[in-house]
T-cell receptor
């Protein structure tokens, strides 16, 4: 099993460029999540999808959009990247009330 | 707003000692509690979860939960340099995403 797979693992953008972070899971998770992690700030929830066909804002949704393409895939899009979006992004999945499983992370730098 | 508080550390302990990591939470209705370990540059990985008051042991790790005091802790016995990492506490209040603390950085000194 691959678990939770994120692509790309590293990306450098210029301010104003757009990009999509992809996430796919093969663990039959109903819920999927996108977090960002910055030094001293912990994990902050951007968006989540409690089930296929639904998405909800988390703590820091501004500047991001998401798509739950199907049960396996949950993508995060930056329409116009800003230096403040330089961060490490983690996708995670969860089944019911069980633990979160995280992907390996995507390190994004916006110049 | 539901909050989870952890001391950011760093918590330094000598090799072989017991490391005690603490977490408090604000939502009295919280139901389940998770401890994650995160090495530098890596993603968080689950160490333990606990649902009921009392202690839960798994190898060198013991999770302790006191719902009346809204307090959960993680004890690491016989600490090893390989335990040096950031430890994240996460709390589940049901029907909402897990709420994470900011983590405690543990340093085990050989």
């Amino acid at each position: 099993n691959a678990g939770v797979t994120q692509t790309p693992k590293f990306q450098v953008l210029k301010t104003g460029q757009s990009m999509t972070l992809q996430c796919a899971q093969d663990m039959n998770h109903n819920s999927m999540y996108w977090y960002r992690q910055d030094p001293g700030m912990g994990l902050r929830l951007i968006y989540y999808s409690a089930s296929e066909g639904t998405t909800d804002k988390g703590e820091v949704p501004n500047g991001y959009n998401v798509s739950r393409l199907n049960k396996r895939e949950f993508s995060l899009r930056l329409e116009s990247a800003a230096p403040s979006q330089t961060s490490v992004y983690f996708c995670a999945g969860r089944q019911g009330g069980r633990e979160l499983f995280f992907g390996e992370g995507s390190r994004l730098t916006v110049l | 707003q539901k909050e989870v508080e952890q001391n950011s550390g760093p918590l330094s302990v000598p090799e072989g000692a017991i490391a005690s990591l603490n977490c408090t939470y604000s939502d009295r209705g919280s139901q389940s509690f998770f401890w994650y370990r995160q090495y530098s540059g890596k993603s968080p990985e689950l160490i333990m979860f606990i649902y009921s008051n009392g202690d839960k042991e798994d190898g060198r790790f013991t999770a302790q939960l006191n719902k009346a005091s809204q307090y959960v802790s993680l004890l690491i016995r016989d600490s090893q340099p390989s335990d040096s990492a950031t430890y994240l506490c996460a709390v589940d209040s049901g029907n909402t995403p897990l709420v994470f603390g900011k983590g405690t950085r543990l340093s085990v000194i050989a």
